[in-house]
Structures are given as C-alpha cells and as structure tokens.
C-alpha cells in the first residue's frame, strides 16, 4: 500500500500544494460526462464519478480502488462541482513537473504484461496514396516499417515470439540495379 501512496486520486490542499492544487484543477478533473464525451446508455464508460473511500484497496484483479476521501474539498468550474470522486489518479511529481495531464494506473496482476506488450509490438499508422500507376515494389518498400526495437530483436536474432525459423527480408534486386563488389587484389 505505502506504493501506491505516490499515486493519488484527490484534490490537494490549495495552501500546502498550491502548484499542485493548480494542475489537478485544470487537466485531471473527469466531468462533466455527456452522451459525446464518456456517457454510455446513461452510464460513464470511465466509471466516474468513483464513490468516496477513506483509504485505497487493491481489488482481486490486481488494480487499486484509489481513496476518494469525502473531506468537503470542492472545485466549481463554471456551472459544475468537482470532488474527489471526479479526480483521475495522477503521480504528484511529475504532475508539478511537467503541469499537464498524466493519468497514471497501477497493477499488479498478470494483465499488466498483457497491456504492456500489446503496446511493444503496435506499429505506427502508415498511409501511401498514388493517383497514377502503381509499382508493387515501391509499394512494398515504402509501407514497410521496422522500429528500432523490432530491428535490434532481428539483428542479434533475439526471439519475439516464438517463431523459428527467423524472418529476413532480402533486398530486392531490379534489373540495371544489382549490388557489384570489386577486390582489389582479383586479376582480369
């Protein structure tokens, strides 16, 4: 529990974390919920707002239920009232830091494994639009895409998942643009 301490899912005081109260104020409140931004069959797709709960627990699952305290800290934007409920969970140094939103989770199961490398392994998104012609080859090249960890797993032939034998791509040779090595030492 004393580590998931560092996360916290509450407003802060205005006198002791002025800088603090500040950002939450501004990117980590949730709400108000809509039928455009969150809201699902009358329900928040995020589950905000969370009860009030004193003290934070770890559920089976593995993720926290953060202490939403009920201690009368309030934040009115516009026409709208903010408590605890409404604050998404959030690191206190790097929030003061870098004064931005950083929604951050902790887990402690086996999922955490799962999410981390579905991430690992996405590619970036790719799009190529030619209005006249097209050249498979050219097409080929162009869409690849190997990122620096996928190269170096290939490289130094480390397993990524499992599959034997490893994949090469072999460069393609067009006619007039064949590789020509010369020795110097090689006679006529």
């Not at 980590?28 to 709960?53: A, D, I, Y």
Request: glycine residues 4%; hydrophobic residues 30%.
């Amino acid at each position: 529990m004393e580590q998931i301490d560092g996360v916290i899912a509450q407003i802060p005081d205005s006198n002791l974390h002025p800088q603090l109260h500040s950002v939450v104020t501004r990117c980590m409140l949730h709400g108000p919920c809509s039928p455009q931004r969150c809201l699902e069959n009358n329900v928040c797709k995020k589950r905000f707002p969370k009860p009030f709960t004193p003290h934070t627990t770890i559920k089976e699952d593995g993720y926290p239920d953060y202490a939403h305290p009920e201690n009368g800290r309030t934040i009115q934007k516009h026409q709208d009232v903010f408590d605890n409920r409404h604050v998404a969970p959030h690191p206190r140094e790097l929030l003061v830091q870098f004064d931005c939103h950083i929604n951050l989770e902790v887990c402690g199961s086996i999922k955490a494994v799962k999410y981390i490398h579905k991430y690992i392994y996405k590619g970036p998104d790719c799009a190529t639009i030619q209005a006249e012609g097209h050249d498979e080859i050219c097409t080929y090249l162009d869409a690849r895409y190997i990122s620096s960890t996928q190269a170096c797993h290939n490289i130094f032939e480390f397993p990524m998942h499992m599959e034997w034998p490893a994949v090469y791509r072999l460069p393609i040779c067009l006619p007039g643009q064949q590789s020509v090595v010369l020795c110097a030492d090689a006679q006529n």
